[in-house]
């Protein structure tokens, strides 16, 4: 019912930005909890970001907390992470997913999210 594009990775140097978006089709994206997960070279699929549907409520893996931001513009069906300070082992893809209970964000490696992006390769070099 739901299909995610990713946009706006790429390759650039540490300490560089990138945004990333994610549009989403349908009607009832308020509805949504929306967020980001990504996979790097040889890891297990990791959750780097949430947000409500509202956006009213944000939550961060440690790692990124302070660098990258999670925003929601509702009337543009799109969900974006900002990425500031990027470091070599944020090098991944980031996949975008979607999911009508914010609660399922917290299942182990997003194996409880109904709605997933393709994903988008943000490669960071030293």
């Known amino acids: 019912q739901v299909q995610l594009v990713e946009s706006g990775g790429g390759l650039v140097q540490a300490g560089d930005s990138l945004r990333l978006s994610c549009v989403a089709s349908g009607r009832t994206f308020s509805s949504y909890a929306m967020g980001w997960f990504r996979q790097a070279p040889g890891k297990e699929r990791e959750f780097v970001a949430a947000i409500t549907g509202s956006g009213g409520h944000t939550d961060y893996a440690p790692s990124v907390k302070g660098r990258l931001t999670i925003s929601r513009d509702n009337a543009k069906n799109t969900v974006y992470l900002q990425m500031d300070s990027l470091k070599p082992e944020d090098t991944a893809v980031y996949y975008c997913?979607?999911?009508?209970?914010?609660?399922?964000?917290?299942?182990?490696?997003?194996?409880?999210?109904?709605?997933w992006g393709k994903g988008t390769l943000v490669t960071v070099s030293s």
């Open positions: 997913a979607a999911d009508s209970a914010f609660s399922r964000f917290y299942v182990p490696k997003g194996g409880g999210l109904n709605y």
